[in-house]
Structure formats: C-alpha cells, structure tokens
C-alpha cells in the first residue's frame, strides 16, 4: 500500500491536516473523543456534527468520511 506523507491516502491527510489545524475542527475532534468509547465513534460522531452545520467536504474538496477522520485521530488520547 502507498502511504501519503504517512496517512493511508491523499483524502486522508487531507482531512487530517484540516482537523488537526483548524481550531473548530480540532475541538470538535477533541469533544468527540471525549464522549465516544471507540475511535469509530468518535468519527461518527464527528461526521454527523459535520453534516448538520452542511460541511460534507474539506475547503479543498475532499470528502469528510468515518475513514479519514477516524485516520485524523490518531494519536488522540482520552480525559480531560
């Protein structure tokens, strides 16, 4: 599998680095993690936020799905 700047696809770190550097995105992320038991939740839960403000897609365009979020996650810890 080709890996991109060490994320499994282009969408991926894509979604990523909208999440891990935009503020809002980021709390979001946080939030979720601390209200969910599984990293699939917590994307999810994410996703679902995501569509009832009707943001479907990264400012460049790439699709927010429970896999790209899931993979903008990792490294999150819970608490707190």
Do not use: F
Request: positive net charge.
């Amino acid at each position: 599998m080709v890996k991109y700047y060490g994320h499994p696809s282009r969408a991926a770190w894509n979604v990523s680095l909208w999440i891990n550097n935009d503020e809002g995105l980021y709390n979001l992320a946080r939030e979720a993690i601390r209200r969910t038991k599984t990293r699939r939740q917590a994307a999810e839960y994410m996703l679902t936020a995501l569509k009832e403000c009707g943001i479907e897609r990264t400012p460049d365009g790439y699709r927010y799905s429970i896999t790209t979020i899931r993979n903008a996650m990792v490294g999150y810890e819970r608490g707190r």
